[in-house]
């Protein structure tokens, strides 16, 4: 019997995935390192990796700060942990297969080889797809099955006024509490000598005025800086793989 293909999730209502893949985009981040690769001989990579991970990498020391303090004002959970992605294997060809995160919800790590339609979902979307919309410079907004509709609504408007790099997602484990991530990383240096980043999450027992302020900072000092280096422009609304 023939092995059943997985099946990529339906993109959200109103939200349309292109027609076909766009392997150039795929393949962005690796032609971005390779070229960082090239001036090597120069003796100038080690500027270039340090300008793209002050620029890239997840915020100044000042953001990451303010972050904490609004995340702490809120009476959220805010950590950063190393990315950690065993025998250096970031893709696994499954939807099904339990991969080794440290966090929950995941904010870095193994993933799937295609990322999620950009877009808010109101059925959850396997994170295994979701960790590689992180790698693209993704943030991600998650919330439990107990979290009240008005939570959710107030959720939407958030990811609404500025959907680019943002992902919204049911996750079944946060019962009553929502969750935000981002996967952050120098891609001069990504997957070089075991560099894979940083993971950055937070969880909140509430979705209240505090948490939306906090939750804005977070966006602005994380969004856009993936460890691959893709840009915000192949993460707009509705872009994504597709199953064709």
Known sequence: MAKKKPQTP??????????????????LGMRHRAALYAVSGSGIVALVAVVLFISLGGGGSSN????????????????????????????????????????????????????????????????????????????????????????????????????TGMVGTPYPSLGSKV???AWTGNPATYQRNGDFG??????????????QKAFVAFRNAYRGHGPEGIPLSADQPGMGPTSG
């Open 10 to 27: 339906l993109p959200p209502r109103g939200v349309q995935a292109p027609q076909r893949r766009n392997d150039a985009r795929l393949d």
């Open 64 to 163: 990451l700060k303010q972050v904490a303090s609004l995340m702490t004002a809120a009476n959220c959970s805010f950590k950063t942990v190393q990315a950690s992605v065993p025998g250096g294997q970031t893709h696994v060809n499954s939807l099904t297969q339990k991969l080794p995160w440290n966090t929950s919800p995941p904010s870095n790590g193994q993933h799937y080889p295609e990322w999620a339609v950009w877009g808010f979902y109101t059925a959850a979307v396997n994170p295994r797809m979701v960790v590689h919309n992180e790698e693209h410079g993704g943030v991600i907004l998650w919330w439990g099955p107990n979290v009240p509709q008005s939570s959710v609504t107030a959720l939407r408007q958030l990811y609404d006024s500025s959907p």
């Open 179 to 181: 969750a935000i991530t």
């Open 198 to 211: 940083q993971g950055h999450i937070a969880i909140c027992p509430r979705y209240d005025s505090a948490t």
